[in-house]
Structure formats: C-alpha cells, structure tokens
C-alpha cells in the first residue's frame, strides 16, 4: 500500500491526539507571559480552515477534465497575491506592488516553463498546482528578502551613493554593491539549508514522495529537481526586483527620488 495507510477518519481520529501539541504550545506561552496564545489559536484555525476548504477543491479539480482552467485562475491569483504580500516588505516605497509583483512573475514563469518543457513536471493537476504554489512561494520569499535589504543598503549607503553620482558614476554602478548584498543576504537561508540537506532534515518533497511509497533513489532524484527550481528561480527573482527597484529608486535624472 503506497500513502499514508488509513482512511480519513482514521486520520482525523490521529490529527485530534496530535492535538496534545497545541495544548503543551499554548501551555508554554502563558508560563512564559508571551501573551501569544489568541494569535496562534487564531493562526490554527485560519489556516487550517484554508487548507481544507483547498482539499476540497483540490478533490474536484483533479477529476475534472476542465481543471486547466481552475489552473489559470489559480496561477494568477498566486502571482497576485504574492506581488501584494511582497510589497508590503517595500510599504515605504511608491506603488512597491508595481516592483514586487513583476519580479515573482519573471523568476516564476522562467521555472514553471523550464520544469513543463524538461517534463519534471507532468502535465497534470496532481503537479502543476502544488510545484507552482511552491515556485510562487519561493519567489515571494526571495522578493521580500531582497527587496527589504536593498531598501536598507541603499538608505545606510545614501551619502556614498551620492558622492558617487556626483562624481559621475552611473546609477548602476553607484548601487551595485548595495544590491549584491541583497541578492547574498536573500540566497543565504536557501544555501544553508542545501548544505544541511539530507543530513539535519529531509526536505518534503522528498519525505511526501517517501510516504507515498516511492523509491527513496526516485525521491532523492526528485527532491534536487526542486532545489534546482528553488535556487535557480530564487536567483531570477532577486536579480529582477533589483533591476527594477533600481529603475524606481533613481530618477530619470541619475538622482536619488526623495522618498529614499
């Protein structure tokens, strides 16, 4: 038997025990006055909530031989919603969706392209949903990273920045070194946990492909698939949002905009 083995009542019965961990978390937070305890009751339910009322839908999605067009509709809310959730990292800086929103869709769409054409993922809502939710996850992250960063950078680098210019160094130039540091510190969580991998944690994909009954050689295989899609797509996003934070941040004069 491939899966998880018993029914979802069963599971429902074990996720209720399970439920001992709430009670030792909630426990913990009033011994140490953390005063977190309706945030992360609130949290629970929120987004448990979500995740079934995804399930369900996930359930007719996948018997349905229309469901590329719940694909569609997914794909842009994902891109909506984390060009949204993104720019709230960047709320001091104008129309910050108009930066954020761009950069996930390029980083994203050059991976989902590249995994449909290599045929790392099949062309089947079983796939195509969760492998995009992941991409568009991913590049939320490293946008929001970056992007916060480089606002940073540049604001504690705001007087070498203009002695640059002054002298006559171009915009690009002046601020390379401030989104460098943007793209490392963004890339670094993704680095680190590549490092520890299959050592300190099995990631899920691979311990989902695992309890589902595959072979582990297949799911290891599989797993690297993602973590090429992580870096690769990570990278394309970061390198975009500062290209086009840049564009926002100098004025068509070479200057710095005043809200900087």
Known sequence: MSGIPYTPEQALISMALAGILIIIAIALMRMKRLDMEKEYIYALIKGGSQIFIFAVIL??????PFWYVFVWFLLIAMVLIAGRTSAKRASDMPDAGKITTPAILVGSTAVISVLAVSGAMPMAP???????GMVFGNSMRICSLTAERFLRE?????????TALA?????EVAMEEFGRQAVKASLVPTIDSLKTLGIIFIPGAMTGLIM????PIVAAEYQMIIYF??????MITAVATIYLMRKRIFTDAEQLQEWV
């Open 212 to 215: 589902a009954g595959t072979d």
């Open 229 to 234: 899609m992580i870096t690769g797509g990570g």
């Open 167 to 171: 002298l006559g160094m171009p915009s």
């Open 59 to 64: 359930t007719y999605v996948f018997s349905s």
């Open 126 to 132: 079983q796939f195509v949903i969760p492998l995009s």
């Open 154 to 162: 540049v604001r504690l680098g705001k007087d070498r920045i203009e």
